[in-house]
């Protein structure tokens, strides 16, 4: 192996499927993350959440209300109780012609549960949401990873924590010093950032993570040679991937990891 054959090398574009392959099955389900892998995605994309009893699951929002037959927090339910909510029929109500019987009564997974279910040959990339409503998850986090032997990582780059929260990221870094974060930063208009930030972000993160609507070529040059990774989010389409890799980014978020994959001719 050399050097670019690491998942953080610059010189190699990751696929990152974001939510699993969710263009073609319901986020964040075993299905959507099996049908990444399928397509050649690099990484199973996971977002956090945390239940009343203190479990992490693998979900998007807040609330359960727009990928599950029921309504409320999902700090509300314990895990048992959520295990009980269909979290694939919405799909197949939303998108008939992606419309795949196994899609229903799919359940919300317990990050463990995804562990257990794709080992340490998978690759994850997991972000901590809201963690201010939920103290603990980045140590909760920490200990689940190496519980299941996740890290320190077989591979460079098989484990990567993002977060919008600088807080939290810095926090890890102090845990686990060579665990790879990103900074996801959220932008409103074109992005822009200075040398100093820049900095900043470099003494504890590996890259950025940026939605490629805000982005521009001197954004990603400025990043670029700060010596951050950058990756863009979330693009679906492929005349937006072709443009972001030109501009250099060195990964990319879809919910189609399969035509991020034909377009590096890797299909
Ligand atoms: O994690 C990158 C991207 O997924 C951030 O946006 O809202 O889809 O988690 P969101
Ligand atoms: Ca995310």
Redesign the pocket.
């Known amino acids: 192996h050399n050097s670019s054959d690491s998942l953080l090398s610059a010189d190699r574009i990751v696929n990152i499927a974001?939510?699993g392959a969710s263009g073609y099955a319901p986020e964040h389900t075993v299905e959507a993350y099996e049908l990444g892998e399928k397509m050649g995605a690099d990484y199973i994309?996971i977002?956090l959440q945390m239940t009343k009893d203190g479990e992490l699951v693998a979900m998007?929002d807040p609330e359960v209300d727009r990928t599950t037959d029921n309504t409320g927090l999902v700090s509300d339910f314990t895990l048992a109780e959520l295990k009980e909510l269909d979290a694939g029929s919405w799909f197949n109500e939303d998108y008939p012609d992606k419309v795949r019987n196994s899609f229903s009564g799919l359940t919300i997974p317990a990050l463990r549960e995804v562990f257990e279910h794709f080992g340490s040959e998978a690759n994850y990339y997991i972000?901590i949401?809201q963690p201010d409503d939920s103290p603990g998850m980045a140590t909760l986090l920490i200990e689940t990873l190496k519980e299941f032997e996740l890290i320190p990582a077989e591979r460079e780059g098989a484990i990567i924590i993002?977060s919008?929260s600088s807080e939290s990221l810095q926090e890890i870094h102090l845990l686990e010093p060579d665990l790879p974060l990103i900074q996801?930063i959220s932008y409103t208009q074109p992005a822009v950032i200075s040398s100093g930030d820049l900095n900043k972000i470099k003494k504890y993160a590996t890259g950025v993570?940026v939605?490629f609507k805000y982005m521009n070529e001197s954004f990603v040059r400025d990043v670029r040679e700060a010596g951050l990774l950058l990756?863009a989010?979330?693009v679906n389409e492929k005349e937006d991937m072709k443009r972001v890799l030109e501009w250099g980014v060195t990964g990319i978020?879809t919910n189609y990891p399969d035509r991020l994959n034909e377009l590096l001719g890797k299909s």
């Open positions: 974001h939510r994309e977002d998007h972000e949401k993002q919008f996801l993570g939605n990756h989010y979330t978020f």
